[in-house]
């Protein structure tokens, strides 16, 4: 597996090694050894997430204020552009974010951990999103940062899409930065 840094280090794009041939390919897509001696943790994964999506539909910026979860997210057919952002109060990168295709051809994984928001938005006619995460949905402790706030600047790729992203009542409603309930440290 390669591991390739991120402006946020914590944040780790992940490939894996891919053997393929005329037949197909086949790579190991998770093992938590190879995972945590690449990344440098020791988090175990107890949840595995998959959603289906149609172009335009953006989900996020999602996190878990208490029960925070670190999760693993590649894409198994299609595209979207990822983002995480940092929601660490005393962090010196709070606020900061970063963005990036994950692709069912491009087969990279990105690791988000505790104490980042995530969100992404489907680029391709749609896609299927899977996740690891590393502590359960605790719906009680869900919050959302709204996707466009100014503070942020996210350079989502609107220009691929025919009309505005679509959301959820939940994820319109997302709290601006400066009024959001953020993490004091993770």
């Not at 780790?12 to 001696?37: C, H, M, T, W, Y």
């Not at 680029?123 to 402790?141: G, I, M, N, Q, R």
């Not at 899409?161 to 953020?182: F, H, I, V, Y």
Request: some cysteine; aromatic content about 12%; overall charge negative.
């Amino acid at each position: 597996m390669k591991v390739i840094p991120t402006a946020l280090p914590e944040v780790l794009i992940l490939e894996p090694k891919v053997f393929g041939d005329a037949r197909g390919f086949f790579f190991e897509s998770f093992n938590q050894k190879v995972f945590n001696d690449a990344t440098g943790t020791d988090h175990q994964f107890v949840q595995d997430n998959h959603s289906r999506s149609a172009k335009g539909v953006l989900r996020g910026l999602h996190y878990q204020i208490q029960q925070p979860q670190g999760k693993l997210v590649r894409v198994v057919r299609g595209s979207v552009f990822d983002v995480a952002v940092d929601l660490r109060r005393n962090s010196p990168r709070f606020g900061r974010w970063v963005g990036l295709e994950l692709s069912a051809e491009n087969q990279r994984q990105l690791w988000v951990p505790p104490g980042f928001g995530h969100g992404f938005l489907v680029v391709s006619e749609s896609a299927e999103f899977l996740y690891k995460t590393t502590d359960y949905y605790a719906p009680e402790h869900e919050r959302c940062v709204i996707w466009n706030d100014p503070t942020l600047g996210i350079a989502w790729p609107l220009e691929l899409l025919e009309d505005q992203p679509q959301l959820s009542e939940k994820d319109s409603r997302g709290a601006a930065l400066a009024q959001a309930e953020t993490y004091p440290s993770v």
